[in-house]
């Protein structure tokens, strides 16, 4: 299509902005239309992936990333006696690869500005849409206002989308039993800098914690911490209290109870929880899912951002390269489709290694994991899965050799050579 198109997306979050800036600079009018008045990251840090970073690459915001990211090498899981459960680097399936662990509100705010700065992009803060024409393409506001037509409406609205009903009918929506508290800590003298580091007592207790640098302006560089418990156990937690609780982190992990101090507030732990969602179809009429409106699943593998990244910009290039957005949209679904093939699959099935009551099943994962995960096909396919870059069962996502380049050029290791 070479006409200019009056886009909506619904929801401001990464998804949503990414979409916003890259069809805004292909020259489409859009509008974004965010429930809260003041719009703003939730949850506290995530680790960018080749697939995520190399749509930022395509964005022009690799370097600002970088800035305000923090490098992450390695993934590395242990029980509480140190046995090594998971050791994956970048390193083994390309040198020049990298994670980045980031801030959702350094993110937050780099797309921000860069929306700021674009021409063509109006955003409607405080506008709930309840209700959608999907063939019409309009949006009604909480207020009954009506809004369009539009010739895309983009449902960008989260895992717990209100919207993705009024489009298509969903094989799975679930929630899932397991979420988390997180938050926010000084990276101080930590001893892992370049590391997502795990401990897991069986499936019942995991904790973590990933450098995610800092944000604009403030150059405290951070750890973002998350301790997995099911959601009917929230209630038991809080009221086994503080104490009960820094026990449980003082048996598992003594490094990060350290880190944490002898005076941490645990009222500044916040909760996560978490959403299974498949859709039958993406699209309807005018209107397309994206991110997590489109392919919730559990946190396991770290890829929700990262894949509503890559929604964005595969929208941008269907719609551009396509004779009608009827072509556009079939084409993003089946192209996101082929990439996501695996990944729903994956998560489910490693949610009851990781989180779960099922001791047998965990004990089977510290003995054979590690293992298993050294096997000549295993390896390259387990690092493809925690890089993104696993495309469907036997596919690989195609990473373009400017954006690898520019990853390895802006390593640490290379800035100063």
């Known amino acids: 299509m070479t006409r200019r198109l009056r886009v909506a997306i619904v929801g401001y979050g990464s998804g ?53 990211g923090a490098p992450v090498a390695r993934l590395y899981g242990e029980t509480p006696c140190g046995r090594a459960v998971m050791d994956m680097r970048y390193a083994d399936l390309d040198a020049r ?25 109006q955003l409607h803060v405080d506008h709930a849409v309840e209700e959608l024409d999907c063939d019409a393409g309009r949006l009604r506001d909480a207020r009954w206002r009506w809004h369009g037509p539009f010739d895309v409406l983009v449902v960008a609205d989260g895992s717990a989308s209100a919207l993705r009903a009024q489009v298509t009918a969903s094989r799975i929506d679930k929630p899932y039993p397991w979420g988390a508290l997180w938050c926010l800590l000084p990276e101080g003298d930590w001893s892992w800098p370049t590391e997502l580091r795990q401990r897991y007592l069986l499936a019942r207790q995991m904790a973590g914690m990933l450098p995610v640098g800092c944000m604009p302006g403030d150059p405290v560089r951070r750890l973002s911490f998350f301790w997995s418990l099911p959601v009917n156990g929230f209630g038991d937690w809080r009221t086994a209290g503080r104490d009960a609780w820094m026990q449980q982190l003082q048996a598992l992990w003594p490094e990060a109870h350290a880190r944490m101090g002898e005076d941490f507030d645990v009222s500044c732990l916040a909760r996560a929880a978490y959403r299974d969602a498949i859709p ?28 509503a990244l890559v929604d964005a910009l595969e929208l941008a290039k269907q719609l551009g390269q396509s004779t009608s957005t009827t072509d556009a949209f079939a084409a993003y679904e089946t192209a996101r489709r082929a990439h996501l093939a695996a990944y729903h699959r994956y998560s489910r099935w490693l949610t009851p290694l990781f989180q779960s009551h099922h001791d047998g099943i965990a004990r089977l994962r510290d003995a054979a994991f590690l293992p298993a995960g050294r096997l000549p096909f295993a390896s390259g396919h387990m690092l493809r899965v925690l890089s993104g870059t696993q495309q469907g069962w036997f596919g690989r996502y195609r990473l373009e050799p400017g954006f690898v380049d520019a990853l390895h050029r802006a390593s640490p290791a290379n800035q100063t050579e």
Do not use: C, Y
Request: glycine share 16%; net charge positive; no cysteine.
């Open 16 to 68: 949503g902005q990414a979409a916003a800036l890259a069809l805004a600079r292909d020259g489409h009018e859009v509008e974004v239309f965010e429930r809260v008045p003041n719009p703003g990251p939730v949850g506290a840090g995530f680790l960018l992936q080749p697939t995520g970073l190399q749509a930022l690459w395509r964005l022009g915001l690799l370097d600002a990333v970088r800035t305000h």
């Open 97 to 121: 690869l990298t994670g980045i662990g980031m801030q959702r509100g350094a993110l937050f705010a780099l797309l921000h500005a860069a929306i700021g700065a674009q021409v063509g992009i």
């Open 280 to 307: 039958k179809r993406w699209w309807r009429g005018r209107t397309v899912l994206l991110g997590d409106a489109a392919h919730a699943m559990s946190p396991q593998l770290g890829q929700g951002v990262n894949m």
